[in-house]
């Protein structure tokens, strides 16, 4: 019995073991560390169980060997805790997210299926991505895409940005996107032909640029983008995914509408 529940004890630690080492794998290649990740409280836990170092050097040796020998469970163990990490991440973010700024909408204002798009008038991924928004919008009615600012690349992106959520505040904010996106770079001039091109009031519109209001919605977006890790444009939310690049149509589709897969 004594021998039995040894092994037993041996066998769960194993496990245990397991887990902390995937999860350091995990951490050093999220933070491109090369040095040792720690985990305090399971080494607590471990000491705590009352091993021996014989005994923890064979645990050791079991949790290495049977790495070696299903190599297949690191991918699907990173799979896993990133899946745990973003699910995290948009909790902490909240319904907020995927609430608009009022009038920087794509598609339906109103539908029930929502993708969060994050993206910035310099970047030229994002504008390759126009067409790929166009083209979910247009098969699927209910469709609604919350337009989230994130400019980053230049002075110009900020400017850009501050001009479109003055053309949501006008009720022209797919007309300016669309038009701002045609121009190429976001010069001063160019945003003044997006927002002409658009029919803004453009007296009106540089007034609420520049305000609190405008600057507050661009700070909130940062502070998504830092909460869930996003690092450049085009970023992208649909349901529990959190995805960045110019990933195409069929990507986002993909994550869009998951019953479908």
């Known amino acids: 019995m004594t ?19 995937l999860g350091a794998f995990w951490a050093l290649r999220a933070n491109g560390s090369d040095g040792e990740a720690a985990d305090p409280d399971a080494a ?25 020998e299903h190599p297949e469970i ?10 745990r990490q973003t699910s995290e991440q948009l909790a902490a973010a909240g319904d907020d997210l995927t ?40 098969a ?20 850009a940005a501050k001009m479109a959520l003055a053309a949501a505040d006008q009720g022209r904010f797919p007309a300016f996107h669309d038009a701002m996106y045609a121009e190429g770079r976001p010069t001063g001039d160019a945003i003044e032909r997006a927002g002409k091109a658009a029919g803004l009031d453009m007296a009106k519109a540089r007034a609420f640029a520049a305000s609190e209001r405008v600057a507050a919605e661009i ?37 869009l509408y998951p019953e479908d897969r």
């Open 140 to 159: 699927d009615p209910d469709l609604k895409v919350v337009v989230r600012e994130l400019p980053i690349l230049s002075e110009g992106s900020v400017e």
């Open 74 to 83: 690191l991918p699907e163990a990173i799979a896993e805790l990133q899946r």
């Open 99 to 138: 609430q608009p700024f009022p009038g920087a909408v794509l598609g339906n204002p109103d539908g029930d299926k929502v993708l969060v798009e994050f993206s910035d008038y310099a970047c030229g991924y994002c504008r390759q991505s126009v067409e790929d928004v166009k083209a979910l919008v247009a």
């Open 3 to 21: 021998l039995r529940l040894t092994s037993l004890r041996i066998v769960l630690i194993a496990a245990l073991a397991a887990v902390i080492v």
């Open 44 to 68: 607590a836990a471990i000491a705590a169980a009352g091993f021996s170092a014989e005994q923890k050097e064979a645990i050791g040796l079991m949790v290495r060997q049977y790495i070696l």
């Open 219 to 255: 700070e909130a977006n940062r502070n998504f983008a830092r909460q869930l890790q996003i690092e450049g444009t085009p970023a992208w939310v649909a349901g529990e995914e959190v995805m960045q690049g110019a990933i195409g149509q069929s990507a986002l589709r993909v994550a």
